[in-house]
C-alpha cells in the first residue's frame, strides 16, 4: 500500500514562487510514476505533468502545455520524496495541489493535498 | 488535447435509485477510461480504470461499461456514502491527461 503525505498550506504573493513536497512511504520513489493534478475551488481536476523514472539517474517529465516553463517536477530518491515547483503566481493558481501515482497514467493513490492561495 | 465531457453536471437521486452518468470523449479512446469519486475536502478515490474494470475494494454496485468514445458508469443501487462527486479521466494520451467536469450526485 503506497501512501503520499503532501507539505502544508502555504500563502504567496503574485509573482512569486511555490514548491509543494510529496512524501512516499510503502514503496520506492524510483519505482514510481509520479503525477501532478490541481484543482481550483470548486472546480474540476486538472493534470499539471508526470515525473517518470527511467534506468540510470535522470528521469523523465511530461508537462501540460498549459504549464511549460512555469513547472518545474523534480524527485529526490534519498528520501522518496517528489516536488513540484510553480513559478510567477497568479490569483488563478490558487487551488488545492494533489501529488498522485498510478502505473498507466491512472491514479491509485493520492496525497491529501495542499492548498495554495495566491493574493497580495 | 482530448476534451472529456461529462453529463449531467448534477444529479438528484435518492438512496436505492440506479444511477447512471455518462462521459464523452472527443476521440477514440479505447478503453483507457477511469472513474474517480472526490468527497468534498478529500481526494479523488479510483473506482474503475480500464473502462470497466473494478478497483480493489470498491464495492460492486459499482460498474463501467463503454469504448471508443462513449462510457457509462453505474451504480446499482445508491447508498448514503455514494452522495459525491464523480470524474472521468482518459489516459490514452499524455498530451495532456484530461478529465471530465464532473458529476455532483445530490439528495434528492
Known amino acids: 500500500q503506497v501512501h503520499l503525505v503532501q507539505s502544508g498550506a502555504e500563502v504567496k504573493k503574485p509573482g512569486a514562487s511555490m514548491k509543494v513536497s510529496c512524501k512516499v512511504s510503502g514503496n520506492t520513489l524510483s519505482e514510481l510514476s509520479m503525477h501532478w493534478v490541481r484543482q481550483a475551488p470548486g472546480k474540476g481536476l486538472e493534470w499539471m505533468g508526470s515525473f517518470d523514472p527511467e534506468d540510470g539517474e535522470e528521469g523523465e517529465t511530461i508537462y501540460a502545455q498549459k504549464f511549460q516553463g512555469r513547472v518545474t517536477m523534480t524527485e529526490d530518491t534519498s528520501t522518496d520524496t517528489a516536488y513540484m515547483e510553480l513559478s510567477s503566481l497568479r490569483s488563478e493558481d490558487t487551488a488545492v495541489y494533489y501529488c498522485a501515482t498510478g502505473s498507466l497514467g491512472y491514479f491509485h493513490y493520492w496525497g491529501q493535498g495542499t492548498l495554495v492561495t495566491v493574493s497580495s | 488535447d482530448i476534451q472529456m465531457t461529462q453529463s449531467p453536471s448534477t444529479l438528484s437521486a435518492s438512496v436505492g435509485d440506479r444511477v447512471t452518468i455518462s462521459c464523452r470523449a472527443s476521440q477514440s479512446i479505447s478503453s483507457w477510461l477511469a472513474w474517480y469519486q472526490q468527497e468534498p475536502g478529500k481526494a479523488p478515490k479510483l473506482l474503475i480504470y480500464k473502462a470497466s474494470s473494478l478497483e480493489s475494494g470498491v464495492p460492486s454496485r459499482f460498474s463501467g461499461s463503454g469504448s471508443g468514445t462513449e462510457f457509462t458508469l453505474t451504480i446499482s443501487s445508491l447508498q448514503p456514502d455514494d452522495f459525491a462527486t464523480y470524474y472521468c479521466?482518459?489516459?490514452?494520451?499524455?498530451?495532456?491527461?484530461?478529465f471530465g467536469g464532473g458529476t455532483k450526485v445530490e439528495i434528492k
Open positions: 479521466q482518459q489516459y490514452n494520451s499524455y498530451s495532456p491527461l484530461t
